[in-house]
């Protein structure tokens, strides 16, 4: 007899941290919601090592499957996830994050009432000593504010706390499967989300905990590639017929005038640094494009 389908299908791409990967499995093993109701789907983006001794003692906690590839980023590992799913719908959520014992029952009351959206959640900071995972929370707080300020009309979700149908994820192809980055690729999915008709709503009270240890460089690195993925989705947005890039003048004012409502004014030297690594992030990406049209033209007037 064949097994009941899972109401979801929780999908968790990891590489080379499994210190993480085992706080993420022990939160999801204490969530508040029928065992029988939700599969866990691990799958492993190219590890140094076997991730087995990790994910076997959750097998008799929860369904739980491990996948393999080569490293292809984390947006390629999802899609790999969700093409094994068997839940109607599919939970994005990281290694390095912890959902909160409620987190699953509150998106099942959400996709309760609108079953065809896309559901985002809150995403907490869980190393508020850490003054760099600190000003990512404070970004990510502005930017949730300004994008989603009508929750029932929301524009971004994190990939690390998005719930959607299965069905309407696999009909627009996942993320992207050219994406060359492991940034940004959660927007060019909203957007494209957005692009196709589909709605998103944005649930506060579906929380899961980021403890992403952040360093000076680490947070430039993560923040520069961030730049190089805004100028990928913005070529993409353009490809679509959106029009080309304009800077988003009321996003900035917006978070001045956010930084001191939110007393945040500690804080503003790292968020200009911040915007200095995203704008060096961006120039970065259109010369390597550039240079590689130009490249394209040069091979093609010698052939």
Not at 206 to 235: D, I, K, P
Not at 245 to 268: A, G
């Amino acid at each position: 007899m064949e097994a009941e389908r899972p109401l979801f299908s929780i999908v968790i791409p990891t590489r080379n941290r499994p210190a993480q990967l085992k706080a993420c499995l022990g939160s999801i093993s204490r969530l508040d919601y029928p065992v029988d109701r939700f599969e866990v789907i691990v799958v492993d983006d190219g590890s140094q090592t076997s991730l087995e001794r990790v994910v076997s003692p959750f097998r008799e906690q929860i369904e739980l499957t491990l996948l393999s590839q080569r490293n292809s980023g984390p947006g390629i590992a999802r899609n790999h996830g969700a093409e094994k799913a068997r839940g109607q719908f599919l939970a994005f959520t990281d290694d390095d994050c912890m959902p909160a014992a409620g987190w699953l029952k509150a998106l099942a009351a959400r996709f309760a009432g609108t079953p065809e959206r896309a559901i985002g959640g809150r995403t907490l900071n869980a190393l508020p000593d850490n003054t760099y995972s600190a000003t990512s929370q404070a970004i990510m707080d502005f930017v949730y504010a300004h994008y989603n300020a009508d929750p029932d009309h929301a524009r971004f979700f994190a990939s690390n706390n998005l719930a959607m149908p299965a069905d309407r994820f696999n009909s627009i192809d996942g993320f992207d499967r050219g994406w060359p980055l492991a940034a940004s690729e959660d927007r060019e999915l909203c957007d494209r989300w957005l692009h196709y008709g589909y709605r998103m709503t944005y649930a506060p009270e579906a929380v899961v905990y980021h403890a992403h240890s952040l360093t000076l460089s680490g947070f430039w690195r993560q923040h520069f590639n961030y730049g190089r993925g805004a100028y990928r989705f913005h070529q993409l947005r353009a490809q679509r017929g959106l029009g080309p890039f304009k800077p988003e003048v009321r996003f900035y004012m917006s978070l001045l005038r956010y930084s001191f409502l939110h007393k945040y004014t500690r804080l503003l030297p790292i968020l200009a640094m911040w915007q200095l690594a995203n704008t060096a992030g961006f120039l970065c990406e259109m010369t390597r494009c550039r240079n590689r049209r130009d490249n394209k033209r040069l091979n093609d007037m010698t052939v």
